[in-house]
Every structure is written in C-alpha cells, then in structure tokens.
C-alpha cells in the first residue's frame, strides 16, 4: 500500500503512525459514602484498539474520512488527516 498524501497538510511532517483509539478505565477510589476520586491511573484494553477508519461513522467525521481505501494520520505535533491509500503491486 501506498498514501496518496503521506505529509501533514498543516506542518509538512510526515505521517509517524495512523490514529487509534484504545478504550480505557480511568481507576477511582471509592468513600464510603460514594464519594469518589481518580486515582491517576488509567487501565488499557488493547483488545478493544479501533482505528480512526473504523470509529468514523461513530465519531461522526463526516463520510469522507471513513471512505474505502483511507487511511487516518498523525505527525509529530499531533495533527490529523486522511489519506487514500493506493494499492501497489508486487514486484518480484
Ligand atoms: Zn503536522
């Protein structure tokens, strides 16, 4: 595969990964009263990771960015965008 737009539109970076979403459990401690507070730490579950193309519909980011064949990035600073990404063949 290849990415039709491999750099950032907004810095000109280039992509260091795609944009994932791992669900988590922020820990509390619980009073007895109820009362509650978080602890500071945060439990992953990987299991649960979705990328960006995946969670687009959900994420309402429009239909663009969960069409067929894109792809979600992210540079170094943290800016986001979408790529089609390009079928290349192999070569042997
Ligand atoms: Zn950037």
Redesign the pocket.
């Known amino acids: 595969m290849r990415l039709l737009t491999p750099s950032?539109p907004?810095?000109g970076?280039q992509a260091v990964g795609t944009g994932e979403w791992v669900p988590a459990t922020a820990l509390i401690e619980l009073g007895p009263g109820g009362e509650y507070r978080h602890t500071g730490q945060t439990s992953l579950h990987w299991n649960g990771m979705l990328s960006d193309h995946d969670l687009a519909p959900c994420l309402d980011l429009g239909s663009e960015d969960a069409a067929p064949g894109s792809v979600g990035l992210v540079?170094h600073?943290g800016?986001q965008w979408t790529s089609a990404e390009i079928e290349t063949s192999v070569e042997r």
């Open positions: 950032c907004k810095c970076q540079c600073s800016h």
